[in-house]
């Protein structure tokens, strides 16, 4: 929606900004509306979202057909692995493995808990029970967060719209992160990273949506064990 600002130099005089396009518009709701629908589920009201994306209602409606679709763009940019995938390819290759799998860690439990946080609270308010869990484009999802299956191991090209497909991309970024020591590894780099991403899956359903349950191991004690085992050194 096109907002009248002021004309440089001409005090007074208002001008009509430039209008968004139909796909920034859309992204700019769905941004909006995120947070908004990790707190309500499918109780939240398009009111709600147009009061925090400061537009009228009416215009929710000019790039969604209703609130159904704008609830699933929001589970789809929440699956979405961009952020995930950014903070993977800034991991410095220099630095210790160890340091290196802790920061990976840290940054898909970040992903898989604002997946949890947004799919959580569309179950609970019973918008997705019944359907198919929708694919990631990262490491799995919540509620269920070890029903995503792995990609094969084997050379066969994934099927396009696939999770293997999904998966491919966080792999690939998690595989880079043990290259620089590929020469020492006991098996291939791409093995260990569908390895730790199961382990990252796995330890996010763990330590619950507060990352605090008691007893849950931190990222680096959970990055030692899948280093170094779990016994510890024979004197």
Known sequence: MAEAVETAGVPGRRRRAPGMSADERRSMIVKAALPLVAEYGAGVT??????????????????????????????????????????????????PLAERLVEALDAMREHLSRIGAVIGALHATGHLRGREAPKSGGTGSKPEPASEPEPASGSAATVPGSREEALAAPLAAVAALFEPERDRLRVAPEALARVFLTLSRASAAEAGDDGCMPGALSPRELVDLFLHGALGDER
Do not use: N
Request: a neutral charge; glycine letters at 4%; charged letters at 25%.
């Open 46 to 95: 398009t009111a709600k979202v147009a009061r925090a994306a400061g537009i009228g209602e009416a215009t929710i409606f000019r790039v969604f057909e209703d609130k159904e679709a704008l609830l699933a763009a929001c589970v789809a940019e929440a699956l979405r692995p961009d952020a995930l995938l950014a903070s993977l390819a800034a991991v410095p290759l220099h630095r």
